[in-house]
């Protein structure tokens, strides 16, 4: 299991940079660290402060719970294209959004809600959109998770 120590200070660290705003980064020292990290992984996809306040700052936790999304982000994501069935496809969809609620991944929560609106009857033109969108912010959210844990 990794240092709690170590870890906890680089949620921390990680939480202070994404506090700044884009002016403020600008004459940051952290700014140009910043823009070549944010070409690879926008990290503003997590809400680490949000994950905190369930985890009550405990770094360990944290750690396992961003994994856990990880692989559940790529299976339920899996399950929604591969569902034949509406059940299925509901919760799939249901699971993806509750867990990308639990851990701060507002962006593919709110994708996972479009998602739901249009529905397993939706046209395949609608789903296939949003779906598009979904599987796009899913390997963001993925991405920036690795660059943490």
Known sequence: MPDRVKIRGEFDKWR?????????????????????????????????????QYTANDAGLESELLGLFKDQAVLQFENIQSADCKDDWEMAVHTLKGSARGIGAGQVAALSVDLETVGFAGTATEK??????????????VAAIETLI
């Not at 823009?35 to 997590?46: F, K, Y």
């Open 16 to 52: 202070e940079k994404l506090n700044f705003s884009a002016k403020t980064m600008a004459g940051n020292e952290f700014g140009g660290h910043l823009n070549e990290v944010r070409e690879q992984v926008d990290l503003r996809v997590l809400n680490l402060d949000h994950l905190a």
């Open 128 to 141: 296939q959109a949003v779906t598009n969108k979904l599987k796009q912010a899913v390997a963001v959210c």
